[in-house]
């Protein structure tokens, strides 16, 4: 099992829920997050532009069995690629076990 890492633009959290969907990975958390980068967004308030690298993304955090890494992997990057700077970034680490705590089932049972 893999634990997999994203994040991605908050305008492109619906699509990239959708493209999660249509691979059938249906379950995934995610957090509104705020971090530094190389991308500097630029606020404007009455009619001053003010420049800030506080950026604004949304973290998931999606748990999936070894065949499905590379799909889920590549709608998640399909899904959420503008081409621009800032797009976000994807970790995946190795998840030892899982446990499914209404049934105790436990490995890729528990996760389906």
């Known amino acids: 099992m893999k634990k997999i890492e994203a994040i991605i633009r908050k305008s492109k959290f619906d699509e990239v829920k959708e493209a999660l969907h249509q691979i059938e990975v249906n379950f995934f ?17 009455r009619g001053v532009s003010y420049s800030t690298s506080d950026i604004q993304r949304r973290f998931l955090s999606i748990i999936v069995s070894d065949p499905f890494l590379e799909i889920t992997i590549d709608a998640i990057l399909k899904s959420a ?6 797009d976000g970034k994807i970790f995946v680490s190795d998840v030892l076990e899982s446990y499914r ?12």
């Open 81 to 86: 690629g503008t081409g621009n700077v800032g």
């Open 29 to 45: 958390s995610y957090w509104d997050v705020t971090g530094v980068g190389n991308e500097k967004q630029g606020h404007v308030y």
């Open 101 to 112: 705590i209404r049934t105790g089932e436990k490995g890729k049972d528990s996760i389906k």
